[in-house]
């Protein structure tokens, strides 16, 4: 089937592939906590693992399993405490973790550059499974428990801010809105992306009760500068290794980390903001 999308116009892939990503997610989404948290955790580890296989086209060894199985860990663990499965001391459980990858270079006779590639096994942590697990602590709230709006809304308002900023920069772009690091991206774009976003949320505030009007803007304002900032890293990133999309696993789209790329950086902002103001 990918081969089949790979054939058709860029457009058209874009369109097809969203669409049938949307559905399996609100599939997921709608269904309960479960499929909800096995749906993103996939993703997570599918982002992970495309990032590091980025870095190692650029000639650096992070150690990926390792990378990726902590963020498995702090993903589930963040999920159970949420659902108040396990207490909150076993949060405790990330610093070992963590702290044992210094123990596992420590071994690795053939890597010429052993902390360099530690700090990048940690920014993949960072960067993709700790904004994948803020999702849990997210949606699972303390009042109502399991919030499948949240996220959903989250993700409206980001893909009509990746959509509008896609087709006012297409049509209107003139002005670059940071020509070093992505030439295509224009201020018309970014402000086409705000006011879809904006229009969004309007739209949320009338049947997404689980916020705040002023709440769901405060998210819509998030998203577009977060979320543009995110593709912009994102953009800086793949400059630094001479790549066009990070993968082609989803057609018209490129990897996951170009689909995702304005969630990872926008989620740290977003549940900060709630878990002081929501």
């Not at 994102?234 to 969630?263: A, N």
Request: hydrophobic share 50%.
């Amino acid at each position: 089937m990918t081969s089949r999308l790979n054939q058709l116009p860029n457009l058209t892939q874009r369109i097809i592939a969203a669409i049938i990503g949307v559905s399996i997610i609100l599939a997921a989404v709608l269904y309960n906590e479960w499929t909800f948290w096995v749906l993103f955790l996939t993703i997570s580890i599918l982002t992970q693992r495309e990032f590091y296989k980025l870095l190692k086209l650029d000639e650096n060894h992070p150690l990926s399993f390792y990378g990726i199985f902590c963020g498995i860990v702090l993903n589930t663990l963040t999920f159970f405490i949420e659902k108040e499965y396990l207490p909150f001391k076993f949060y405790y459980l990330i610093v070992p973790l963590l702290t044992s990858t210094f123990f596992i270079k420590l071994y690795r006779k053939k890597d010429t550059k052993p902390f360099a590639n530690l700090g990048y096994t940690f920014l993949g942590i960072i960067y993709v499974a700790v904004p994948f697990a803020l999702i849990n602590e997210m949606v699972l709230t303390d009042t109502i428990g399991y919030a499948p709006q949240l996220i959903l809304g989250c993700l409206f308002i980001l893909w009509a801010n990746d959509t509008g900023a896609y087709f006012a920069g297409r049509f209107l772009g003139k002005r670059k809105l940071f020509e070093r690091v992505s030439p295509k991206k224009t201020w018309e774009g970014f402000v086409g992306g705000a006011i879809t976003s904006l229009l969004v949320a309007f739209i949320l505030t009338k049947y997404f009760d689980n916020l705040l009007s002023w709440q769901w803007y405060g998210i819509s304002v998030i998203i577009f500068i977060t979320g543009t900032l995110g593709d912009l890293v994102e953009s800086l990133f793949k400059r630094s290794i001479s790549i066009k999309d990070s993968g082609d696993m989803i057609p018209g789209h490129g990897g996951f980390m170009d689909r995702f790329d304005g969630l990872l950086l926008s989620m740290p902002f977003i549940v900060t903001f709630l878990k002081i103001f929501g």
